[in-house]
């Protein structure tokens, strides 16, 4: 299988920083996706790993070890608005498909 | 940049009764586009995969004769829930790509429509 594995919830306090991390079985997928995700809404682009290495976007980075078949996502100056679930997505190089892991619940607290 | 639109937003509907929900991209051509389902508090599950003028491809254990798709334009992908029941209530997404995208097949997805049935 594909299986996709990142925490259930994590909780932090505004203006920290949270590590989100994510481990997939290193066969079968063409790069890592990170989706931001509001109650109710659609999935929103935040990273795209498809080399080692951390890639870094303002407020948000994203790490990759394909080897290790392991992913980060660092938030950095966590704002009230990031509370919501992150979503660690490997895109199956058969299908162009992604496959999803469970989301993580991020809460930030005052 | 790409946008996806997803029409209806909110769909209530009386069970046994069949549901069509359009997905489309306004500002870009897709050549393939993807219908994912989202229980509360889960994550995306993908449903099928569509190209524009071939058959859909369905995941293991979607039945393709209860959730009709059809992809007839390269801006257009339709789901249609037929004989729709309460265990098929749940949040419908669908994505958009086209082969040689920015990121590297980056998916865009549409706001979602939430399906509620009675």
């Known amino acids: 299988g594909q299986n996709i594995d990142q925490p259930t919830e994590m909780t932090a306090t505004e203006g920290a920083i949270v590590q989100i991390n994510c481990t997939y079985q290193?066969?079968?997928?063409?790069?890592l996706f990170w989706y931001q995700q509001h109650a109710g809404e659609a999935p929103t682009f935040l990273s795209y790993?498809?080399?080692?290495g951390l890639e870094e976007k303002g407020r948000f980075s994203s790490f990759l070890s394909r080897s290790k078949g392991y992913s980060y996502l660092l938030l950095k100056e966590l704002q009230m608005k990031d509370s919501a679930s992150y979503l660690c997505?490997?895109?199956?190089?058969?299908?162009?498909?992604?496959?999803f892991g469970g989301g993580t619940r991020v809460l930030v607290k005052p | 940049g790409a946008v996806v639109s997803q029409h209806p937003s909110r769909v209530i509907c009386k069970s046994g009764t069949s549901v069509k929900i359009e997905c489309r991209s306004l500002?870009?051509?897709?050549?393939?586009m993807f219908w994912y389902r989202q229980f509360p508090k889960q994550s995306l599950m993908l449903m099928a995969t569509?190209?524009?003028?071939?058959?859909?491809?369905?995941e293991q254990g979607v039945e393709k004769d209860k959730f009709l798709i059809n992809h007839a334009s390269l801006t257009l992908s339709t789901l249609t829930v037929t004989s729709a029941h309460p265990e098929d209530s749940s949040f419908y997404i669908c994505?958009?790509?086209?082969?040689?995208?920015?990121?590297?097949?980056?998916?865009?997805f549409g706001p979602g429509t939430r399906l509620t049935v009675l």
């Open positions: 994505s958009a790509s086209w082969w040689g995208g920015a990121a590297s097949n980056e998916q865009f």
């Open positions: 290193t066969s079968g997928f063409n790069g």
């Open positions: 790993n498809v080399l080692d």
């Open positions: 997505a490997g895109l199956v190089a058969a299908g162009n498909k992604l496959t």
């Open positions: 500002d870009f051509q897709a050549t393939t």
């Open positions: 569509s190209n524009e003028g071939s058959k859909a491809t369905y």
